[in-house]
């Protein structure tokens, strides 16, 4: 996306921002991709017993990124041309660009485990279908409370408001 700013040349303002809006469009399809790729990669890399801490540690770790890059770029900015810190923008995402190849190639390799779901067959689609008996199982309720609660809800609901 960055190295599209490096090769526009403004003949209007209307120009100049018509690219920055095409960037940034750019910029979050890549984050899209980025989101979509890289989340469901964590329970891959980690024991199920530890993914919430992984995920919390992605989390803190892209935010560190989220934080700190822009102080570096707005530093360039004030001491340097726009040029360098387009360049430097440039760099991280062709760094990215290839990341992301070597990951997908590194994947393929592996049995492409990211491209594929992660519910085994369709038994366990039909296991995620709350029902009644499952919902009172998980409450530890017995079938008469479940009624009273049930039947408290709906006369509620009737009431006008």
Not at 27 to 33: A, E, I, K, R
Not at 99 to 109: A, C, M, T
Request: proline share 3%; aromatic share 10%.
């Amino acid at each position: 996306m960055n190295i599209i700013f490096i090769m526009i040349t403004c003949d209007s303002q209307n120009a100049c921002l018509t690219a920055l809006i095409f960037g940034q469009i750019l910029n979050g399809v890549y984050y899209s991709l980025y989101a979509a790729v890289m989340w469901p990669c964590v329970p891959l890399c980690v024991p199920e017993r530890a993914a919430g801490t992984a995920f919390g540690v992605v989390n803190a770790v892209q935010n560190i990124g989220l934080t700190v890059f822009p102080v570096i770029v707005g530093h360039l900015i004030s001491d340097e041309t726009s040029q360098t810190y387009v360049i430097i923008l440039g760099s991280s995402a062709i760094i990215g660009l290839i990341s992301n190849i070597g990951l997908w190639f590194v994947d393929k390799q592996n049995g492409s485990k990211i491209a594929k779901t992660s519910l085994k067959d369709n038994s366990q689609v039909q296991d995620l279908n709350c029902n009644r008996n499952m919902i009172i199982q998980f409450l530890n309720l017995n079938q008469s409370e479940i009624f009273y609660n049930t039947q408290f809800i709906n006369y509620n609901s009737n009431i006008p408001q």
